[in-house]
C-alpha cells in the first residue's frame, strides 16, 4: 500500500502545477487581498459556475465576481470582443481573458508553482492562435531548461514539455493547432548570438532541434542556416512551410526566408537597401506582421534614427515575400519615451499611428494621414501614463492601447470601438 500511497501523492503534485488556480480564488464578492500588490487597471473576473453542487444557480450571486488590481504589461487581441492581458505579480504570471469587451474577465493563469523570471512578451513568449489554443514559454532559471505551457481548453488545463539544452527563447510562432517554432539565442556578444530553431508537428508536445548555428554547414552542404553574425528581431511563419526571421546585421536590417519549414535559410538580399538611408546614424527594426485576413500579405517597420530621434517607414509585401515595396510614411519624428513606438497596420492599406497624444489613421499604406479628432480622455491618461507599451486594432473600429507609468509599476489598458476617435479604460 506505501507504494499506491506514494503513486498518488506524485499524480497529485502534478495535477496540481498543470491545472490553472480558479480554486484558489475568493468565494466572496470582494477585491482579493493577496493580488492587490501593484496599483493600476482594476479588472472584473468572473468565476465559473460551482457546478460540484446541486445549488450552482444560487452560488452564482456570490461567486460570480469580484475586482482586483493588477499591472498589465502586454495583450493579445483575438477578435473585436475577446482578448488576452497578462502580468507577473512576485514571479507568479496573471493572464485573463475577455469575452465581452473587457467587462468582465475570466482568471487563465498556469499554476503558480510554475514561476516567470520576467514579463512575458505577445510573440516572445504567449501566443495563441484562438480562444481556446495558446502556448506560454517560461524561460529557463538558473541550471533549468525552458519549459512550454500548452492550453486546448482556453486555459482551463495546462500542459508542459520542454526544450532540452536550449537558450533563452527569443519567440514563439503557430500557423495552426499542430505547427510551431521557438527561436532560442544566446548573445554573448553584442553582435553575434548562437540561434536554434525549434519545430514542433504535435501542438507543442515535444520539439525538435531543426536548425542551429553551432552545426555549421560546410561549404559543400545545401544546407543554409542564419548566421550568428547579427542580432535576431522577430520571427513569422505564413504557412507550413514559408518564414520569415529579421535581424539587425552590422546595425542594417536583414531579412532570411525560408521555404521548407525552418531548416534552410537565406537571406533576401534585395529586401533593405542602406544607399537610401545615407543620413541615418542607426536603424530600428520593429516585428514582421503576416496580415490575418491574407496570409501572403504583411509588412516591416524599418525606423532611421538621427541623434535622439527616430522616424519609421514599413515595407509591404503582396506576394508572401517575394518582394518587398518602400512605403515612406509622412509622419513626424519622435524622440522620448515612444521613440520607437511604430504605428500598426490591420491590412496593407489601413493603419494607426499614435504620436504624443494625437491618433493619426491612413488607408493608402501611410502615404498620407488624417490626425483624428483629439480625444479629451486619451490626452488626460497619456499626462499620467506617457509611455505607449502597446498599440493594435483587430478590425477597423477596434483596437487596444496599453499606456505605463514605469518608475511607479502601473498601467491602464484602454479600448476604442470607433476606430481611435474615442477611448475607454477596460
Not at 473576473?45 to 460551482?50: C, K, V
Not at 519615451?337 to 491590412?347: D, G, Y
Request: some cysteine.
Amino acid at each position: 500500500m506505501k507504494w499506491c500511497s506514494k503513486i498518488t501523492a506524485a499524480i497529485l503534485v502534478t495535477c496540481i502545477l498543470l491545472t490553472g488556480c480558479s480554486s484558489e480564488e475568493p468565494q466572496v464578492a470582494s477585491s482579493v487581498p493577496n493580488e492587490i500588490t501593484e496599483e493600476g487597471q482594476t479588472l472584473t473576473i468572473i468565476n465559473p459556475p460551482d457546478t460540484t453542487t446541486n445549488n450552482a444557480v444560487m452560488n452564482l450571486s456570490i461567486t460570480d465576481k469580484y475586482q482586483i488590481k493588477t499591472r498589465l504589461t502586454d495583450f493579445q487581441l483575438l477578435n473585436e470582443t475577446t482578448g488576452l492581458a497578462w502580468g507577473t505579480t512576485k514571479g507568479e504570471l496573471r493572464l485573463y481573458r475577455t469575452e465581452d469587451s473587457g467587462e468582465t474577465w475570466t482568471n487563465i493563469s498556469p499554476a503558480d508553482a510554475v514561476q516567470f523570471p520576467s514579463n512575458p512578451v505577445y510573440g516572445k513568449e504567449i501566443f495563441f492562435i484562438d480562444l481556446l489554443n495558446g502556448w506560454i514559454v517560461r524561460n529557463s532559471t538558473g541550471s533549468s531548461n525552458p519549459i512550454v505551457l500548452r492550453t486546448r481548453d482556453g486555459g482551463e488545463t495546462w500542459k508542459l514539455s520542454s526544450l532540452k539544452e536550449a537558450d533563452q527563447v527569443a519567440s514563439i510562432y503557430f500557423t495552426d493547432q499542430a505547427h510551431g517554432w521557438i527561436l532560442a539565442v544566446d548573445n554573448s556578444t553584442s553582435d553575434s548570438e548562437e540561434k536554434t530553431l525549434y519545430q514542433t508537428e504535435n501542438g507543442g508536445a515535444t520539439w525538435s532541434n531543426i536548425m542551429s548555428t553551432q552545426l555549421s554547414p560546410n561549404k559543400n552542404s545545401s544546407v543554409h542556416s542564419i548566421p550568428k553574425f547579427g542580432n535576431f528581431v522577430s520571427m513569422t511563419f505564413m504557412n507550413e512551410n514559408e518564414g520569415f526571421i529579421s535581424t539587425l546585421k552590422a546595425g542594417q536590417p536583414a531579412l532570411y526566408v525560408t521555404y521548407d519549414g525552418g531548416m534552410d535559410w537565406d537571406e533576401n538580399t534585395t529586401f533593405f537597401n542602406p544607399k537610401k538611408y545615407e543620413s541615418c546614424d542607426r536603424f530600428e527594426v520593429g516585428e514582421i506582421t503576416s496580415f490575418t485576413n491574407d496570409k501572403s500579405t504583411g509588412w516591416i517597420p524599418i525606423g532611421c534614427s538621427r541623434e535622439d530621434a527616430t522616424k519609421f517607414n514599413g515595407y509591404f509585401t503582396h506576394d508572401s515575400g517575394e518582394s518587398w515595396t518602400l512605403s515612406p510614411f509622412q509622419l513626424s519624428w519622435q524622440s522620448g519615451l515612444n521613440e520607437n513606438s511604430t504605428p500598426t497596420f490591420l491590412n496593407t492599406k489601413e493603419g494607426w499611428a499614435l504620436q504624443d497624444t494625437t491618433v493619426f489613421h491612413t488607408i493608402d499604406q501611410g502615404q498620407s494621414w488624417t490626425a483624428l479628432p483629439e480625444s479629451a480622455k486619451l490626452k488626460d491618461i497619456l499626462k499620467d501614463y506617457p509611455e505607449v507599451v502597446n498599440f493594435r486594432f483587430i478590425s477597423s473600429n477596434v483596437g487596444w492601447l496599453l499606456v505605463a507609468k514605469m518608475d511607479q509599476k502601473r498601467s491602464l489598458l484602454l479600448q476604442t470601438k470607433n476606430g481611435g476617435v474615442s477611448w475607454r479604460v477596460l
